[in-house]
């Protein structure tokens, strides 16, 4: 997948670290009060998120990310392909990947502080 920032990103780049993989877009309004929660309590576990952006263009979503202050690794979806691959229809989707690459759940909707912290407590501990 391509990045906000230029580059490509995929699950490898990941790979023997724990993941949250986010699927969001600028038309969601939960998504704009889920992703700073999601980038503080993340980056508090030590656990490494990608959110990816379904559907929008690049210039709206790096716009819609500056508004809020988000600045995790973003990659673009823009034909939704990624989001099929783990069964997204509805937004936002909150996938947790364990080291080895399993998941260890998924959670439709926006999540909140107490769902983060069950998953990350499965992810690190």
């Given at each position: 997948?391509?990045?906000?920032?230029?580059?490509?990103?995929?699950?490898?780049?990941?790979?023997?670290?724990?993941?949250?993989?986010?699927?969001?877009?600028?038309?969601?309004?939960?998504?704009?009060?889920?992703?700073?929660?999601?980038?503080?309590?993340?980056?508090?576990?030590?656990?490494?998120?990608?959110?990816?952006?379904?559907?929008?263009?690049?210039s709206a979503?790096?716009?819609?990310?500056?508004?809020?202050?988000?600045?995790?690794?973003?990659?673009?979806?823009?034909?939704?392909?990624?989001?099929?691959?783990?069964?997204?229809?509805?937004?936002?989707?909150?996938?947790?990947?364990?080291?080895?690459?399993?998941?260890?759940?998924?959670?439709?909707?926006?999540?909140?502080?107490?769902?983060?912290?069950?998953?990350?407590?499965?992810?690190?501990?």
């Open positions: 997948m391509n990045t906000l920032r230029g580059g490509k990103v995929g699950l490898d780049d990941f790979s023997g670290k724990p993941l949250v993989l986010n699927f969001w877009a600028t038309s969601c309004a939960p998504c704009r009060q889920e992703l700073p929660l999601l980038q503080r309590e993340v980056s508090r576990a030590k656990v490494q998120l990608l959110l990816v952006d379904e559907r929008d263009s690049e979503a790096r716009a819609f990310l500056g508004k809020l202050e988000v600045n995790s690794p973003v990659a673009s979806d823009p034909d939704g392909a990624v989001g099929r691959l783990y069964g997204v229809s509805v937004l936002p989707v909150t996938v947790f990947i364990r080291a080895d690459g399993t998941i260890e759940g998924k959670y439709l909707g926006q999540t909140d502080a107490a769902v983060l912290a069950d998953h990350l407590a499965a992810l690190t501990g």
